[in-house]
């Protein structure tokens, strides 16, 4: 791999349908090979370690191992996650940035009570709390403006119409493995034996906060988080926070 090269300022604008119909053309290490080859350090990765967290960072430390990873832990993740984690961590050595809500979970809870319990407005401020103002401290903190998500179009009907590359307000974010089924995730995991997440065998197929997150009944994820009232914890949503890059 070589080393990381000096790239124009964050001020360089990319042509998102561009990029995008370019990198449908490739597989998902030579997309991320295409993006640190132009983009250097403009990029920024993220993992919630979840289900399918094993599959990014196995790409991101075979292909680009030099960009920073954000794990943003809001507090209130299943205690296999966070030793779940850990595993990967420990299997991936890479340039991870962890980062926290500025509020306490206790904190939060004595001023606003279980706001993912108060429908769809708490679990807005929710997200925009212990998310998306996390994610946005830290692509600012590290200096990039271009997000690597491992945001998949089967995860759920909402995903379905992404592209490769979507501008979201001044933060350009690109799904290297957005394209792939879920048998292309479970051939993946099994040809790199990769470990699974704990919670993978007693019916998760998505992974978020212990509190509003439940096992599928019927496969599906739609309905397995915030009591099926949304899916998105808001990063890939339009904050519709002006100071915000995302």
Same mark, same amino acid.
């Given at each position: 791999?070589?080393?990381? @090269? +000096?790239?124009?300022?964050?001020?360089?604008? &990319? $042509?998102?349908?561009? *990029?995008?119909? /370019?990198?449908?053309?490739?597989?998902?290490?030579?997309?991320?090979?295409?993006?640190?080859?132009?983009?250097?350090?403009?990029?920024?990765?993220?993992?919630?370690?979840?289900?399918?967290?094993?599959?990014?960072?196995?790409?991101?430390?075979? @292909? +680009?191992?030099?960009?920073?990873?954000?794990? &943003? $832990?809001?507090?209130? *993740?299943?205690? /296999?996650?966070?030793?779940?984690?850990?595993?990967?961590?420990?299997?991936?050595?890479?340039?991870?940035?962890?980062?926290?809500?500025?509020?306490?979970?206790?904190?939060?809870?004595?001023?606003?009570?279980?706001?993912?319990?108060?429908?769809?407005?708490?679990?807005?401020?929710?997200?925009?709390?212990?998310?998306?103002?996390?994610?946005?401290?830290?692509?600012?903190?590290?200096?990039?403006?271009?997000?690597?998500?491992?945001?998949?179009?089967?995860?759920?009907?909402?995903?379905?119409?992404?592209?490769?590359?979507?501008?979201?307000?001044?933060?350009?974010?690109?799904?290297?493995?957005?394209?792939?089924?879920?048998?292309?995730?479970?051939?993946?995991?099994?040809?790199?034996?990769?470990?699974?997440?704990?919670?993978?065998?007693?019916?998760?197929?998505?992974?978020?906060?212990?509190?509003?997150?439940?096992?599928?009944?019927?496969?599906?994820?739609?309905?397995?988080?915030?009591?099926?009232?949304?899916?998105?914890?808001?990063?890939?949503?339009?904050?519709?926070?002006?100071?915000?890059?995302?």
């Amino acid at each position: 791999m070589e080393a990381l @090269r +000096t790239v124009p300022g964050l001020s360089e604008e &990319i $042509d998102p349908e561009g *990029l995008s119909s /370019e990198l449908a053309g490739l597989r998902a290490g030579q997309r991320l090979e295409l993006l640190y080859e132009r983009l250097g350090d403009r990029l920024v990765a993220s993992t919630s370690f979840g289900l399918q967290a094993a599959v990014m960072l196995k790409l991101l430390h075979d @292909r +680009t191992p030099n960009v920073p990873v954000v794990f &943003i $832990d809001t507090g209130f *993740l299943f205690p /296999e996650t966070y030793q779940y984690a850990q595993d990967l961590m420990e299997r991936f050595p890479l340039d991870y940035r962890i980062y926290h809500p500025t509020i306490s979970a206790a904190r939060m809870q004595a001023l606003w009570g279980n706001l993912w319990e108060e429908g769809r407005e708490g679990a807005d401020q929710y997200g925009l709390l212990t998310k998306v103002e996390p994610m946005n401290r830290a692509l600012r903190e590290i200096g990039g403006d271009v997000w690597i998500s491992g945001l998949r179009r089967a995860h759920s009907e909402s995903r379905q119409v992404r592209n490769f590359a979507e501008q979201q307000k001044k933060t350009l974010k690109v799904y290297p493995i957005l394209d792939w089924a879920d048998a292309q995730v479970d051939l993946f995991f099994h040809q790199n034996k990769l470990p699974r997440h704990p919670l993978a065998e007693h019916g998760y197929v998505t992974m978020g906060d212990w509190h509003s997150t439940r096992p599928s009944e019927d496969g599906s994820a739609n309905g397995t988080r915030f009591n099926g009232e949304r899916y998105e914890c808001g990063l890939h949503l339009d904050s519709q926070t002006s100071d915000f890059q995302i």
